[in-house]
């Protein structure tokens, strides 16, 4: 089974969740020009990026920069639930810069790969990405600045994780 749990768009970025219960790769690597952040809230894959594969595990976000070669392949097990963000700087970097953060570059720069979280800050993580669905969903007044905001406390939080030693430190990968 694949399913679609919910798919978003808004100017600047797409959401989306899904869950595999059989085993999936990509069929090619490949790049584009927006930034991907990828949630595995479920399960465990391979992520290749650049020229080194991780294994991906639950609890862990996977940062890709923009124009970066990547590809995902099977876990060890074939069952996963992912959420997936893709962010356009050209859309996204003035509300970023006009709330005084840094641009998509500039977060991304020294911060892609895989990014081990603690259990609180990865229920902040999971409860922050249900909040932008629910936003999407429902469309509210206002939803687009909320859904806005909540991405950037997201990506202001794994920007200050990427100075901590626990990032800093090359995670264990598989070589290609």
């Not at 976000?61 to 639930?81: A, C, L, S």
């Not at 669905?133 to 200050?160: D, N, P, S």
Request: glycine share 6%; net charge negative.
């Amino acid at each position: 089974m694949e399913k679609t749990l919910f798919a978003f768009f808004m100017d600047g970025l797409t959401i989306d969740e899904v869950v595999r219960d059989h085993e999936f790769a990509m069929p090619v690597k490949h790049f584009h020009d927006t930034y991907e952040v990828y949630f595995l809230l479920e399960g465990d894959r391979y992520y290749f990026i650049e020229k080194e594969t991780y294994h991906v595990k639950t609890g862990e976000v996977v940062m890709v920069k923009r124009q970066q070669i990547h590809k995902t392949g099977p876990g060890e097990k074939d069952f996963h639930d992912r959420i997936l963000l893709q962010m356009d700087g050209r859309a996204l970097d003035p509300y970023l810069k006009s709330a005084g953060l840094p641009d998509l570059d500039s977060i991304f720069s020294n911060a892609y790969g895989v990014i081990g979280l603690n259990a609180k800050m990865w229920e902040r993580m999971r409860d922050s990405l249900l909040l932008i669905k629910k936003e999407m969903e429902e469309k509210r007044q206002g939803y687009e600045i909320m859904v806005r905001l909540t991405l950037f406390q997201i990506l202001l939080a794994l920007y200050r994780k990427r100075d901590e030693v626990e990032f800093a430190r090359p995670p264990k990968t598989v070589q290609t």
